[in-house]
């Protein structure tokens, strides 16, 4: 069965501070990855997705970043965090021949001082 | 205009009664539509894909109404273990991922 990782699950990080948060998949190949936010008492906000290794799309500019180094690891990266980017990060997967369905991972809560 | 819009809530109801909750979108190439559970600080989980003829699922029954744009999830039989938020997700076609609605929160009191 496939199951989803991200870490770490809590991350308290001053302003102006470097961030990297990762995922990970096992039991599946070639996934497409995602990766959301969801600010306090708000939806969830798309930030990137990837179909494949080194292929990354940004839904929303900002001073985040994500890389794809391997096939099942996906990271989110920024070089100087903002207050504005605290938030519930979480990391999806769906089936590579699908979009529809989307598998959480349980998600990094950070909190930007 | 977002999206997907949902009522917030909450929705406060007693145990073993019926509830429910509707959804609107606002792109009508939209292709197909979920509703995800997320329980408190974690993480949305799928509780059911909506076809166009109507589906259930044991107590929970998703429909979807093309031509007024909207979604519509029932509970019945109202359980304790049912209190949390519905997110009502759609995706749109040559969308790469899902748009989530901000929520529902739900909370069967005893």
């Known amino acids: 069965s496939q199951t989803i990782h991200q870490w770490p699950a809590t991350l308290v990080q001053p302003v102006g501070s470097p961030l990297s948060l990762e995922c990970t998949v096992e039991?599946?190949?070639?996934?497409?990855l995602y990766w959301y936010r969801q600010a306090a008492g708000r939806g969830l906000q798309l930030l990137f997705y990837?179909?494949?290794?080194?292929?990354i799309s940004s839904e929303v500019p900002q001073n985040l970043s994500a890389s794809r180094p391997q096939d099942r690891q996906f990271i989110l990266s920024s070089k100087k965090l903002l207050l504005s980017d605290s938030g519930f990060y979480l990391c999806?997967?769906?089936?590579?021949?699908?979009?529809?369905?989307?598998?959480f991972g349980p998600g990094t809560r950070l909190t930007v001082l | 205009r977002k999206e997907v819009e949902q009522d917030p809530g909450p929705f406060n109801v007693p145990e073993g009664a019926t509830v429910a909750f509707n959804c609107t979108y606002s792109?009508?190439?939209?292709?197909?539509f979920f509703w995800y559970r997320q329980d408190c600080r974690k993480e949305p989980k799928l509780l059911m894909s909506?076809?166009?003829s109507g589906n259930e699922d044991g107590r929970f029954t998703a429909q979807l109404n093309r031509a007024s744009q909207y979604i519509s999830l029932l509970i019945r039989d109202s359980k304790l273990s049912d209190s949390a938020t519905y997110l009502c997700?759609?995706?749109?076609?040559?969308?790469?991922?899902?748009?989530f609605g901000s929520g529902t929160r739900l909370q069967v009191q005893p």
């Open positions: 999806a997967w769906s089936p590579s021949e699908s979009r529809d369905t989307q598998y």
């Open positions: 039991g599946t190949s070639n996934p497409n």
């Open positions: 990837s179909v494949g290794i080194g292929q």
């Open positions: 792109n009508s190439a939209s292709q197909s």
């Open positions: 909506v076809y166009s």
């Open positions: 997700v759609a995706l749109g076609a040559g969308r790469r991922a899902l748009t």
